[in-house]
């Protein structure tokens, strides 16, 4: 690892610091319930109250809990007469809600409580890209870089200040590949102080534990805990995690290095990656288990009767649920006016309006009509900029067998071509923020072909310079993009005029507001 440590950290804190300002700047505005945190806010506070998600006052048509929330009103449960009638039912599991709760626990049911959780795991993942980025390229600057490009999506933006699942999704995604990084180099290190000291061997040693590798396990099965769709990278990060181990046996010239990844490798990379996400899964559901105030808590115990009818039927109970939650996902197909297709997420053809209220006078803005959004999409000088950018990774792999490359391409393929099954075969309901957790790859995508641009350390200076004015005039491209779209991201009050000349496409307003 080149370079000091000390900036090593130092640079990668500064920059999350940056990205933290902005993110908790304003944090409570817009004073509303914004978009879908009119589910997992609610469903939050829930969870502190009660242990399980409980039904709420009005609907989708008349939302008097929100309303109570937005005045300060804290009774927003529905009374039943029977306690079993007020449970909810949720179509996710419940461990971003309960991240969303600590904020709640911590600064109150308002919308800076219940944005705090987003914001605060949207600034750590900057730190956590920076870091793995430098650990990956072996360079603090393309490590600073990375993170200030993801301090600069504008997408990444407005979730860390809305409280949705999805941000939550990223960042436990994001932090298990982190950890598997991580592994990687400690497992080489130790196949190499084995080469050097140890007796001839065809397979090669068994590495004994890997605490790394259970922390992998840990984020991702906490990442299927915030959303079912955290499996897609559960399953790509096991097969490449394999794959390194097994490229690592034959880097250092084992006659058998396959068997050897067969016999010593595989059966704990399984207990990593099956029992460990599985443990943390259930772990995530304690409230449900140790209440009875959730779905379904008791379709299987009205009957049961023995010494382990409350363990065996519980989990049988907790298996139906799953299986209702899982019908309801496979058949979700109602029509919302900003869903999109996932072939054009890339492009940002279709983001989502997450607040836009009408009715503002024009003494808001001194114009003759305003405007105040928040509308939930990338930046685009670095998504169309990732998208380069990831095509240079195909190349790279494919010339090079680069792992940097294979490992963000794997990651991005396991994230987003799933969706079009579901968009094909089911005609699912989708939106462009289910992109949310591979935004962190593609700014690695960009990240390395930046360091390609760059150079070597010992590249010719004209070399060095000529990529620097690159990637130094791209960051500047990114910011100054950001700053445009900004008031759009952040609720800020516009003239109705300021507003559209930020609407970079007529697809990113319908119906255009009146």
Same mark, same amino acid.
């Given at each position: 690892?080149?370079?000091?440590?000390?900036?090593?950290?130092v640079?990668?804190?500064?920059v999350?610091?940056f990205?933290?300002?902005?993110?908790?700047?304003?944090?409570?505005?817009? *004073?509303?319930?914004v978009?879908?945190?009119? %589910? %997992?806010?609610?469903?939050?506070?829930? +969870?502190?109250?009660?242990?399980a998600?409980?039904?709420?006052?009005?609907d989708?048509?008349?939302?008097?809990?929100?309303?109570?929330?937005?005045?300060?009103?804290?009774?927003?449960?529905?009374?039943?007469?029977?306690?079993d009638?007020?449970?909810?039912?949720?179509?996710?599991p419940?461990?971003?809600?309960w991240?969303?709760g600590?904020?709640?626990?911590?600064?109150?049911?308002?919308?800076?409580g219940?944005?705090?959780?987003?914001?605060?795991?949207?600034?750590?993942?900057?730190?956590?890209?920076a870091?793995?980025?430098?650990?990956?390229?072996?360079?603090?600057?393309?490590?600073?870089?990375?993170g200030?490009?993801?301090?600069?999506?504008?997408?990444h933006?407005?979730?860390?200040?809305?409280?949705?699942?999805?941000?939550?999704?990223?960042?436990?995604?994001?932090?298990?590949?982190?950890?598997?990084?991580?592994?990687?180099?400690k497992?080489?290190?130790r196949?190499?102080?084995?080469?050097?000291?140890? !007796?001839v061997?065809?397979?090669?040693?068994?590495?004994g534990?890997? &605490?790394?590798?259970?922390?992998?396990?840990?984020?991702?099965?906490?990442?299927?805990?915030?959303k079912w769709?955290?499996?897609?990278?559960l399953?790509?990060f096991?097969?490449?995690?394999?794959?390194?181990?097994?490229g690592?046996?034959?880097?250092?010239?084992?006659?058998?290095?396959?068997?050897?990844?067969?016999?010593h490798? +595989?059966?704990?990379?399984?207990?990593?990656?099956?029992?460990?996400?599985?443990?943390?899964?259930?772990?995530s559901?304690t409230?449900?288990?140790?209440?009875d105030?959730?779905?379904?808590?008791?379709?299987?115990?009205?009957?049961?009767?023995?010494?382990?009818?409350?363990?065996?039927?519980?989990?049988?109970?907790?298996?139906k649920?799953?299986?209702?939650?899982?019908?309801? *996902?496979?058949g979700?197909?109602?029509? *919302?006016p900003?869903?999109?297709?996932?072939?054009?997420?890339?492009?940002?053809f279709? &983001?989502v309006?997450?607040?836009?209220p009408?009715?503002? &006078?024009?003494?808001?803005?001194?114009?003759?009509?305003?405007?105040?959004a928040?509308?939930?999409?990338?930046?685009?000088?670095?998504?169309?900029?990732?998208?380069?950018?990831?095509?240079?990774?195909?190349?790279?792999?494919?010339?090079?067998?680069?792992w940097?490359?294979?490992?963000?391409?794997?990651?991005?393929?396991?994230?987003w071509?799933?969706w079009?099954y579901?968009a094909?075969?089911?005609n699912?309901?989708?939106y462009?923020?289910?992109m949310?957790?591979?935004v962190?790859?593609?700014?690695?995508?960009?990240?390395l072909?930046?360091?390609?641009l760059?150079?070597?350390a010992?590249?010719?200076?004209?070399?060095?310079a000529?990529?620097?004015?690159?990637?130094?005039?791209?960051?500047?491209?990114?910011?100054?993009?950001?700053w445009?779209?900004?008031?759009?991201?952040?609720?800020?009050?516009?003239?109705?005029a300021?507003?559209?000349?930020?609407?970079?496409?007529?697809?990113?307003?319908?119906? !255009?507001?009146?």
């Open positions: 690892m080149r370079g000091s440590a000390l900036w090593g950290w640079g990668p804190v500064l999350a610091i990205g933290g300002v902005l993110r908790f700047t304003g944090l409570g505005r817009p *004073h509303a319930v978009f879908d945190e009119t %589910y %997992y806010a609610k469903d939050a506070y829930a +969870l502190l109250r009660y242990g998600e409980r039904a709420m006052l009005g989708s048509d008349n939302p008097i809990a929100d309303k109570r929330l937005i005045a300060g009103d804290l009774d927003i449960f529905r009374r039943c007469a029977d306690y009638q007020c449970a909810s039912y949720v179509a996710h419940p461990l971003g809600k991240m969303i600590a904020g709640e626990w911590l600064f109150g049911m308002n919308p800076f219940w944005r705090f959780a987003a914001a605060l795991v949207g600034t750590l993942s900057i730190l956590m890209l870091r793995v980025a430098r650990r990956m390229t072996r360079s603090t600057l393309l490590g600073c870089f990375a200030l490009l993801l301090a600069l999506d504008g997408l933006f407005v979730l860390s200040r809305t409280a949705l699942l999805d941000i939550f999704l990223m960042f436990w995604v994001l932090a298990g590949f982190a950890c598997l990084v991580v592994d990687r180099d497992a080489r290190e196949l190499v102080d084995w080469w050097e000291s140890a !007796a061997s065809t397979t090669g040693p068994r590495l534990l890997r &605490p790394w590798r259970i922390a992998a396990g840990l984020c991702l099965g906490a990442a299927c805990a915030v769709s955290g499996v897609f990278f399953t790509a096991a097969v490449l995690a394999f794959v390194w181990d097994m690592a046996r034959r880097a250092i010239g084992l006659r058998e290095p396959y068997r050897g990844a067969f016999s490798d +595989l059966p704990p990379a399984a207990a990593a990656f099956a029992a460990v996400p599985a443990l943390a899964y259930a772990l559901w409230g449900w288990f140790v209440t105030a959730g779905w379904g808590r008791g379709w299987d115990q009205a009957t049961s009767s023995g010494p382990l009818f409350f363990v065996v039927d519980s989990a049988r109970s907790w298996l649920y799953h299986f209702q939650v899982l019908g309801y *996902h496979s979700l197909d109602l029509h *919302h900003y869903m999109s297709e996932p072939w054009t997420w890339p492009v940002l279709r &983001p309006s997450f607040h836009y009408t009715g503002l &006078p024009p003494s808001a803005c001194g114009g003759d009509a305003c405007s105040q928040v509308i939930g999409v990338g930046t685009p000088a670095l998504w169309y900029g990732a998208v380069l950018a990831l095509l240079g990774c195909v190349a790279w792999y494919v010339t090079g067998r680069d940097r490359a294979g490992a963000v391409l794997l990651t991005y393929a396991a994230g071509l799933p079009f579901y094909i075969a089911q699912r309901t989708m462009l923020f289910y949310i957790p591979l962190p790859f593609m700014v690695l995508a960009v990240t072909m930046a360091g390609l760059l150079g070597r010992d590249a010719p200076p004209p070399r060095r000529a990529g620097a004015a690159v990637v130094g005039a791209f960051a500047l491209i990114v910011l100054i993009n950001f445009w779209l900004h008031p759009v991201l952040s609720a800020e009050t516009l003239t109705r300021e507003w559209w000349d930020r609407m970079l496409m007529t697809s990113w307003v319908t119906p !255009a507001p009146k």
